[in-house]
C-alpha cells in the first residue's frame, strides 16, 4: 500500500508543477544575489516560471469548470 502511494506521488500528486516553479524561482533569485547570473537572466527566468506556474493554475481550473458542464444529461423531450 505504501508503495504504491510512493509511485503515484505520495501526499504531493499533482503539486509537481509548482514545487518545481517555486524551486526554480527560488534558485533563479539566489544565482542573482551571489553574481552567478545579471538582472535580466534573472528576470527571464522567473517570468518563465512564474508563467508556467500560472498556466498549469489555469487549466486546472478550467477542467474542473468544463468537468461540472459535461456532466449534465438533458431529458428528451417528448413531442404531444
Same mark, same amino acid.
Given at each position: &500500500? ?5 509511485? %503515484? ?10 514545487? /518545481? ?17 545579471? /538582472?535580466?537572466? &534573472? ?5 518563465? /516560471? ?12 478550467? %477542467? ?12 428528451? %423531450?417528448?413531442?404531444?
Amino acid at each position: &500500500m505504501k508503495l504504491q502511494k510512493i509511485i %503515484r506521488g505520495g501526499y504531493l500528486a499533482g503539486h509537481r508543477t509548482y514545487i /518545481l516553479s517555486g524551486v526554480g524561482i527560488l534558485s533563479a533569485v539566489a544565482s542573482y544575489l551571489i553574481g552567478d547570473t545579471d /538582472l535580466f537572466m &534573472m528576470l527571464q527566468s522567473v517570468f518563465t /516560471l512564474g508563467g508556467i506556474y500560472f498556466l498549469r493554475k489555469s487549466s486546472e481550473t478550467k %477542467r474542473k469548470s468544463y468537468a461540472k458542464n459535461t456532466r449534465k444529461i438533458s431529458k428528451p %423531450r417528448r413531442n404531444s
